[in-house]
């Protein structure tokens, strides 16, 4: 499961490791806070119908990498509050997919490369998804209410916290480069005319150096649950 703010966050940093994934076999869903809807400098849209527009584009882009289920969370974009509702919703889209792993944002990010400020939506959206992984969704006595739902405790094995070029896991997206790049055009309202791929090569090159492979992406992994004990509990 992949959580994150906004349409086409997951297209600049993780959809090749998305993509990766669906390609081994493993079922990915996308988790987006919120619709994107501040996303479009239009003044003749109503937020409504860029929410629409930028919707029409995540699950577009998701198809690309073949992910089959993106659930929006409809949170206000540009104003997004990690409150305990926020943390509820997500705990009710863990227990109910029952993610292995969880990817998320790093919250701890605030500049990058000194040209930068990291968009406190991302930040917001990436310590939600912390808290809601550990120790919320596996705990059954927070939110009990939503075993009402069928829905129980479910404890995540890893989270995949994405690392901006750095981290201590590196995962080869060679192979799903291109479709990383082609779903990041999905995203028509944000890309215009620019073309994202060379950037998009360069900081996966970047983030490949020294590593023996062409194109990677950056993260720092947690265990919560090692393998022996998961080996347990299949």
């Not at 809807?37 to 119908?49: F, M, N, P, S």
């Not at 997004?80 to 969880?102: D, G, M, Q, S, Y």
């Not at 649950?225 to 998961?230: A, L, P, T, V």
């Amino acid at each position: 499961m992949f959580i994150f703010a906004h349409p086409d966050d997951i297209e600049f940093g993780t959809a090749g490791t998305a993509a990766r994934w669906v390609q081994g076999g493993a079922e990915v869903a996308y988790v987006l806070l919120t619709s994107g809807d501040v996303g479009i400098a239009d003044l003749t849209l109503t937020r409504e119908a860029a929410a629409a527009i930028r919707e029409e584009e995540q699950r577009a882009a998701a198809a690309v990498v073949g992910v089959q289920e993106v659930i929006f969370l409809r949170e206000p974009d540009g104003t997004l509050v990690n409150t305990l509702e926020v943390r509820r919703k997500l705990v009710r889209e863990i227990r109910r997919f029952r993610p292995e792993a969880v990817v998320c944002g790093d919250p701890t990010v605030w500049f990058v490369n000194g040209t930068y400020i990291n968009h406190p939506d991302h930040r917001a959206a990436a310590s939600a998804a912390l808290e809601a992984v550990f120790p919320a969704a596996g705990q059954p006595h927070v939110f009990q209410e939503l075993e009402a739902e069928g829905l129980t405790a479910h404890k995540v094995r890893k989270v995949y916290v994405e690392g901006w070029g750095s981290g201590d896991t590196w995962v080869n997206i060679s192979d799903t480069i291109d479709l990383k790049i082609a779903a990041l055009r999905c995203h028509t309202s944000q890309m215009r005319e620019w073309d994202p791929e060379p950037m998009l090569r360069q900081w996966s090159a970047e983030a490949a150096k020294g590593k023996e492979m062409g194109y990677a992406e950056t993260f720092r992994v947690i265990t919560l649950i090692s393998d022996e004990d998961f080996a347990k509990m299949s």
